[in-house]
C-alpha cells in the first residue's frame, strides 16, 4: 500500500518552520512537504494573492507525485479549501485546522489593528511578536517560528486577497474528505457548524482547552490525527482499487437491474452502491479473490435482494428493528 503524501501549509506571517515538530511526528512514516506561501518565509518580499497561493500548493502537490492529503492551518487552510476545490483531482483529502470563520469585518479587523500596531515599531514589530509567540507556544516551535521570519508586512495583501473569498462554496465544490479541527477556545470556530454541513464528507474534532494554535501546540495529538486520517485515506484507495479488480467480468446490465429492483421499493441506488454490491457477490474469500461466472454473480445478487425486498417487507409489517 502506498503512503500518502502530505502537504502542510502555514497560517498568516508564519513559514514552513512552524511545522517542524508535527514534521518530526509524520515524515517517518510517509513524505511530508512543508510550503512557504507568498510574501512569507523564503518568498517573504512577494505580493500574496490567492490564486498564487492555490499555485504555491498546487505545484507541491506536483512534487509529491500528483496527489497528496493537504493540511492548512488559518491563512493555510482557507488556501488548502481554495486549492481543493480548484484542483479536486490532486487533493486526496483535506485537514482545515483553526480556518472555519467565513472571512470578514469579524475575521479582518484584529489583523489590520495588529498591523498598524507592530509596524509602527522600528524593527516592523518583529521582537514583539517573538516575545508573544513565545509565550503562545512551546519554546521550540516559537524558536522554529523566529527561524522562519514573521511575515507581518504580508497582512494588507492576505486580507485583501481573502475579500470575496468565499470559503464555503469553496469547500461544497471539494468532493473528497474533509477534517475540520479546531481548540475549543478558538474564535475561528465560530462557523465551524456551517462549514460542516457545506463539505460533502466531513467530521469535525474540537479539542477541549486548546486554541488557534493547536497544531502547533498539541502536535502529537496533531500529528497522530493527521497520520491516522492519512492511513483511512490509503485503505479507502485500496478498496476501491480491490473492487476495480474484481468487478470486471460483471456486466454493465447490472445497474439497470439495481435500479428496477430498488424502484420497487421506493429507493435510489448509486452506482457506488451498485460495485458494493457485485463486491459481495465476489468476494468469496479475502485472502483468495477471484473472478466467478457473471451469470452466478447476478444469481447472487437476485438472491442479496429478495433477502432486502423480504426484510423490507417484513418492516412494514411491524417486524422490522429501529435503526
Known sequence: ????????????????????????????????????????????????????????????????????????????????????????????????????????????????????ALSSRPDGGKALSERVFDRAVPSRVAADIARGGIATEAIPDVLAALTGFDPLAALAAYPGPVRLVNGGHDHFRLGEQAFL??????????????????????????????????????????????????????????????EAAAARNGLKVSPYFVRAAKIGALWEDANRPRQRDAADDVARAEELLALDEAADSDAHNGHGHAA
Open 1 to 116: 500500500m502506498t503512503n500518502t503524501p502530505i502537504v502542510l501549509v502555514h497560517g498568516i506571517r508564519l513559514s514552513h518552520t512552524c511545522w517542524a515538530e508535527v514534521i518530526d511526528r509524520l515524515a517517518p512514516r510517509r513524505p511530508v512537504l512543508a510550503i512557504d506561501l507568498p510574501g512569507h518565509g523564503r518568498r517573504r518580499g512577494e505580493r500574496f494573492t490567492l490564486p498564487g497561493a492555490i499555485e504555491a500548493v498546487a505545484e507541491s502537490i506536483d512534487r509529491q507525485g500528483g496527489n497528496a492529503l493537504v493540511v492548512g492551518h488559518s491563512l493555510g487552510g482557507f488556501v488548502s479549501i481554495a486549492t481543493a476545490a480548484a484542483h479536486p483531482g490532486r487533493v486526496s483529502g483535506l485537514v482545515v485546522a483553526g480556518s472555519t470563520l467565513v472571512p470578514g469585518r469579524t475575521l479582518s479587523m484584529p489583523f489590520r489593528l495588529m498591523h498598524r
Open 197 to 258: 454541513r457545506a463539505a460533502a464528507d466531513a467530521r469535525l474534532l474540537v479539542v477541549p482547552r486548546a486554541g488557534h494554535y493547536l497544531p502547533l501546540t498539541h502536535a502529537d495529538a496533531f500529528a497522530g490525527l493527521v497520520a491516522d486520517f492519512a492511513a483511512s485515506i490509503e485503505m479507502a484507495k485500496s478498496m476501491v482499487s480491490n473492487m476495480a479488480k474484481l468487478t470486471i467480468t460483471v456486466p454493465d446490465a447490472d445497474l439497470a437491474f439495481f
